[in-house]
Every structure is written in C-alpha cells, then in structure tokens.
C-alpha cells in the first residue's frame, strides 16, 4: 500500500511540479524583460537569485511530498490507522481504511497546495518589493535631475539677467554722464563765451 501511495503521490507530485515549473518559467520571462527595459535611462536591475533559489528548494520538495505525508500516517504505530487495523470485519477494516486513505490522501494535497501558494505568495512579494524599491531609486534619480536641470536652468536665466542688468546700469551711466556734460557745456560755455 505504501508503494502505490507513493506511486501516487509522486505522480500528483509531478504534475504540481510542471505547473509550477511553467508558471515560474513565465513569471522570470517576464520579469527578465522588465529588467531589460530603462526607466528614466536606468535598467530596474532586479535581484532574483533567491527568488529562484527560494523556488528550487520548493521544486526539490515538490516531487516526494504527498508520499511523505502518507509514509508518515500509513504505519502501524498512527493512532488512528492502529484502531481500523484491529477491526475484525474484513469489510469494515477496507471501508475504514478506505476512507483513512482518502482523507490523508487529500490532507497531504491540501498542504501541498498551500505550500506552493505560500511559497509563490512570499515570492511575488518579494518580487514586488524588489520592483517597488528599484522603481522608488529610479523615481528618485529622476526627481533629482528634474531638480537639476530646473537648478541649472534657474542659474542660466540668472546670468543672462545680470548682464542685461549691468548693461541697463551702463547705459544708464552714460546717459547721466551726457547729461552732465551738456549741462556743464551749457553752464560753461556762456562762462567761456
């Protein structure tokens, strides 16, 4: 009986495996191409390594689980099993068994299932993490050279300023200083006349 649970579990094992393994393939594909893309000129950058070391290890897992749940609770010394072994009635001992086995069966699915959907949520949370702090930088480098170029800008518009000022400030010089030469032309001129 241990032998076809394992049989069993190994086959429902590998069927997670491929559609983890697809869905995995998928999610890196796509995260590869936004980490090719540029966000204001700079590449996200994501670090992946222990998103895909985190899934390996749930890969590796994957395989023997269910079958290792069942080897747990299909032995003699399992409370419940050790109870519907000491049935006398050939009948009953299969249709308990029977149901043991199916409840044990889906419990160890169950948890399998919820394993890999924590594993996958911890992983997109990561992934989100990663996304939302390497956009944040991206944000950020772009607030500053806004701030820059608006700064550069500021001093560009300063200094064309100055100069037309210290020309206003000539020109008015020069016309003052005409002004006083005819004037004084005029007062001394009639003196010199």
């Known amino acids: 009986m241990k032998k076809?649970?394992?049989e069993e579990g190994r086959k429902i094992g590998q069927e997670a495996l491929g559609s983890l393994n697809n869905y995995m393939a998928q999610l890196m594909k796509f995260l590869d191409q936004y980490n090719q893309r540029e966000y204001g000129?700079?590449?996200l950058d994501l670090h992946l390594a222990s998103v895909q070391e985190k899934i390996k290890d749930l890969q590796e897992g994957i395989l023997d689980y269910i079958g290792d749940r069942l080897d747990e609770r299909l032995v003699e010394t399992d409370p419940e099993l050790?109870?519907?072994l000491q049935e006398m009635d050939d009948e009953k001992r299969k249709e308990r068994f029977d149901?043991?086995?199916s409840r044990i069966h889906r419990e160890a699915v169950k948890e399998l299932t919820r394993k890999v959907e924590n594993v996958v949520g911890e992983q997109f949370n990561i992934v989100r993490e990663e996304i939302d702090e390497r956009l944040g930088e991206v944000q950020n480098s772009m607030k500053k050279a806004l701030r820059d170029y608006q700064s550069a800008e500021k001093t560009m518009v300063e200094q064309e300023r100055l100069?037309?000022?210290q020309i206003k400030e000539a020109e008015y010089d020069i016309a003052m200083a005409d002004?006083?030469?005819?004037?004084?032309e005029e007062d001394v001129m009639?003196?010199?006349?």
């Open 4 to 6: 076809l649970a394992r």
């Open 179 to 184: 002004t006083l030469q005819k004037e004084l």
């Open 190 to 193: 009639p003196i010199a006349k």
């Open 163 to 165: 100069p037309q000022e």
């Open 82 to 84: 050790s109870v519907i």
């Open 41 to 43: 000129g700079k590449k």
């Open 99 to 101: 149901e043991f086995y």
